[in-house]
């Protein structure tokens, strides 16, 4: 008796030993501020691209977080991301769109280079911004041109038509949403949510810009844009 107690012991003595699997220990002050900082520098590491070309292509009268804002929608600003029709980098643009812009500007030499994905980009949507230039106000004016860069300016050729069928003003974004289940050949709720994200994200960052005294309040948020630098 005495020897299996003495068992039973030495057992439950073996068992109380074994390694329990412990949580990892709260971050500390410092850690957290360290993540803090990477995280925002990693959402600012290409202002300075997205500053450049929204400069030389829509003038210094255009926000340049509009495009940033863009590059989160299209990528999270993630210079490697593809998509399954083939899309790539932070404004996720397509081979043959690159190649095309290439064509004019072959200083252009990447499309995996970040800042000339985000240059391409921008001189794209610099070209469909002239193309909407009957829109009048800036607001309804930057969701066109966002909405032909996700569906193409041909997809919303055929919406304003289908607008104007119904005597709605064509050339009012409210009217473009209304009438796009009715366009065939597009995916149109993940345009329209393309663009709301745009705008939203814009007004994030003009906002956290505002607090930061970054940005005056009084600044322009869009101009017609500059002639383009040789």
Do not use: C
């Amino acid at each position: 008796m005495k020897r299996l107690a003495l068992l039973l012991l030495l057992a439950t003595t073996a068992g109380a030993q074994q390694p329990t699997a412990q949580s990892p220990p709260p971050m500390s002050a410092l850690d957290r501020a360290t993540a803090a900082r990477n995280a925002r520098h990693d959402q600012t590491r290409y202002d300075a691209i997205f500053r450049k070309y929204s400069k030389r292509y829509f003038g210094l009268g255009f926000d340049w977080q509009y495009f940033k804002a863009q590059g989160m929608a299209e990528s999270e600003l993630n210079a490697k991301a593809r998509s399954y029709v083939g899309a790539r980098g932070v404004m996720q643009l397509m081979p043959s769109t690159f190649q095309e812009i290439q064509s004019k500007r072959p200083e252009f030499e990447s499309i995996d280079d970040p800042e000339w994905n985000i240059a391409a980009g921008i001189m794209h949507d610099r070209y469909l911004w002239r193309l909407w230039e009957p829109v009048g106000p800036d607001s309804d004016r930057t969701r066109f041109m966002f909405g032909s860069y996700n569906a193409g300016e041909g997809t919303i050729s055929r919406a304003t038509a289908a607008a104007r069928a119904k005597q709605l003003d064509e050339l009012r974004w409210p009217n473009i949403e209304r009438v796009a289940p009715e366009v065939p050949r597009w995916r149109y709720r993940e345009t329209l949510g393309y663009v709301r994200k745009i705008r939203e994200t814009y007004g994030t960052l003009r906002a956290g810009a505002l607090r930061s005294g970054t940005l005056r309040a009084e600044a322009p948020v869009a101009a017609a844009p500059a002639a383009p630098k040789p």
